[in-house]
């Protein structure tokens, strides 16, 4: 299901096409894990209003804006103070989501929630993220700066949010905050 967030054109007069195209320019950061359940529990984990108060290690709140059968956006305030806005644009039950992420009135990052069903009891659950970091500049000279710096941070938070989930449907009870040690950019 396609929610429009911003009636079909954002501020730029793009279409919402254009705008995913533009983002997936960029050099994406992609991050997988496994999960001893299905996909309907694992859909159940990631769709529910507020879900990352529970799962994800580095959020101190977690609040459903919008969350309705043709619109989804919340608002995630980080540990560390930070507060973005996630405006999902596609919701495909069962399947996954694409989203925006960023601060309020400033630069958004594409992210890409995908689920694959394994098994019966198995399934996985990958994040792509296409970061504002660096996008604006040449990639010939942004690429070592992405390499070896942007991209190993994101790849640890990935793996941190993502074995999250996975920890809430064991123990039944709120992923730890920090869990898995501090992150600079989000603790």
Not at 44 to 69: M, Q, T, V, Y
Request: charged letters at 20%.
């Amino acid at each position: 299901m396609m929610a429009k967030p911003t009636g079909g054109l954002d501020l730029t007069g793009k279409s919402m096409d254009e705008e995913v195209a533009g983002y997936l320019k960029r050099r994406g950061i992609h991050q997988e894990f496994k999960y001893p359940f299905g996909k309907d529990q694992l859909w159940s984990l990631i769709s529910r209003p507020g879900n990352l108060n529970a799962c994800h290690p580095f959020c101190k709140e977690n609040e459903a804006l919008d969350w309705d059968e043709n619109s989804h956006s919340d608002r995630l305030e980080y540990l560390n103070g930070m507060t973005y806005i996630r405006q999902f644009l596609n919701w495909n039950a069962q399947a996954g989501y694409d989203l925006i992420i960023g601060e309020k009135n400033g630069p958004q990052s594409y992210v890409v929630w995908k689920i694959t069903e394994l098994g019966d009891n198995q399934s996985s659950l990958s994040i792509t993220v296409y970061p504002y970091l660096l996008a604006n500049l040449n990639k010939a000279i942004s690429f070592l700066p992405f390499v070896l710096y942007i991209r190993p941070k994101l790849r640890t938070y990935l793996k941190s949010v993502l074995r999250g989930f996975a920890y809430h449907a064991e123990h039944n009870q709120p992923v730890p905050r920090n869990h898995w040690g501090k992150h600079s950019w989000f603790s």
